[in-house]
């Protein structure tokens, strides 16, 4: 009897134990452990990049920069930016934050987070197409990468509300997470409708809750960090000792070849066994009325300018191509695709972001594409001829000049062609 009351009661027991160390654990806001920050760089685990407790100080350190994306980064090949960056001794190491399904709402609670260690720096983001559909970021990706520590950090660094932080509580309020927490929604809600600030009882709320994310933070942010740093190591061997852009794209493109030799679309081996193959033929056409003029997306991509606005952060922007090949059988228009990189170019360039590079028309080159949608072998070594001089130069002070009426805009989350 009494094992049985004890298997009754031990998960309650467990989870008292760990309430206990988190109320009765000092508080450490930060992880100042260069090696962890060496193998959280990479691992693009969402208690890293939606936790403070390494990736900030990581940052702050100046040895690493941020590269805002989403599944591109995870795919690993001797081009990718932190193999290339590790190889050849770059000043800088990325920081890999985000992941399969992240978007710019993720993206913007992460820049945020960040706000004082991107002070006048330097970040890396890569705009993925695909983020742009009719209806953007669904409630299963939101869910999955929503960090309540985040969403307490932006309500307390709120002095006076703005139009975008009036625009995020509004975004936050459409999802299942947020609508569950009746105490967080009825915190939101006033500040979509008109409130201008925190009332002092909900600031204290906030701050005693935010403490106790903090120390949870610390204690466990480092569950389930795997570190690609062996890959990594393994990838940085087989390029040449010396970097020469010729030599390294004809290895680009002899190994792209050697990867992709079960299927004319010149997709990664492993990725159309296991991924396309089987459903072929169901996909033969399956995406000409895709568009990725008209999303909500745009505003939420706003917001994250506002946030680097704020902290004056210096960006290069990738806009990566879709695989020519396979956007011909699935019939995705590459003509929409330019005139999703003409949209959102305009939406960077009219605020004062001029750091891109588009590389919307390389649809058809050879191995520029790992897959379907993500830079491969040639793709990612075209980025590093932008990425390397970008991040070599000294920091240039921003003049970004925001335009929230038009770009938090129904209309422009619709507007299809841009003059």
């Known amino acids: 009897m009494s094992k049985k009351i004890l ?37 693009m685990a969402s208690n890293v990049f939606g936790g403070m407790a390494i990736k900030n100080p990581a940052i702050a350190s100046g040895e690493y920069v941020p590269f805002f994306g989403s599944s591109e980064l995870s795919r690993l090949s001797p081009f990718h930016p932190s193999v290339l960056a590790e190889k050849y001794h770059r000043s800088y190491r990325p920081f890999l934050l985000g992941a399969p399904g992240t978007q710019s709402l993720s993206q913007f609670a992460i820049s945020n987070s960040l706000s004082k260690e991107l002070t006048n720096k ?24 929503f960090s309540e520590l985040e969403l307490y950090h932006w309500l307390l660094s709120i002095d006076q509300v703005r139009d975008s932080d009036r625009y995020y509580a509004r975004r ?20 979509a409708n008109g409130s201008n600030q925190l009332s002092r009882k ?39 000792s010396e970097y020469n852009y010729q030599t390294l794209d004809s290895l680009a493109e002899k190994i792209g070849q050697k990867h992709t030799n079960n299927n004319r679309f010149e997709i990664d081996n492993v990725f159309y066994k296991s991924r396309i193959e089987f ?104 980025a590093d001829e932008a990425i390397a001089p970008f991040l070599a130069q000294p920091y240039q002070p921003t003049n970004y000049h925001l335009n929230n009426a038009q770009f938090f805009s129904k209309k422009w989350q619709n ?4 003059e």
Request: hydrophobic share 40%; glycine share 4%; with cysteine.
């Open 7 to 43: 298997s009754h009661f031990a998960p309650l027991l467990v989870a008292l134990i760990i309430l206990g160390l988190i109320f009765c654990w000092p508080l450490k806001k930060t992880i100042e452990k260069p090696k962890v920050w060496q193998q959280a760089s990479t691992s």
């Open 122 to 145: 330097k970040a890396v983001f890569i705009i993925s197409p695909q983020w742009f559909t009719k209806k953007g970021m669904e409630d299963l990706e939101f869910n999955a990468y």
């Open 172 to 191: 936050l309020l459409g999802f299942s997470r947020i609508k569950d927490n009746a105490k967080m929604s009825a915190i939101l809600s006033e500040i």
């Open 202 to 240: 909900q600031r204290h709320y906030l701050e005693y809750n935010y403490q106790l994310l903090q120390k949870e933070d610390h204690l466990f942010t480092q569950i389930g960090m795997l570190s690609k740093e062996k890959k990594i190591n393994y990838f940085a061997k087989k390029l040449p």
């Open 279 to 382: 459903g072929l033929k169901g996909l033969k056409n399956s995406q000409r009325k895709w568009n990725y003029c008209q999303s909500p997306e745009y505003a939420d991509f706003q917001l994250v300018l506002n946030q680097f606005a704020q902290s004056h952060t210096q960006v290069l922007f990738i806009i990566p191509s879709v695989n020519q090949k396979w956007s011909d059988y699935t019939g995705l228009s590459q003509e929409m695709l330019q005139r999703f990189a003409k949209k959102i170019k305009y939406q960077l360039q009219s605020q004062g972001f001029t750091d891109i590079a588009d590389f919307s028309k390389d649809a058809n080159v050879r191995f520029f594409m790992a897959d379907t949608i993500h830079l491969g072998w040639r793709g990612w070594l075209r």
């Open 415 to 418: 507007q299809e062609n841009i």
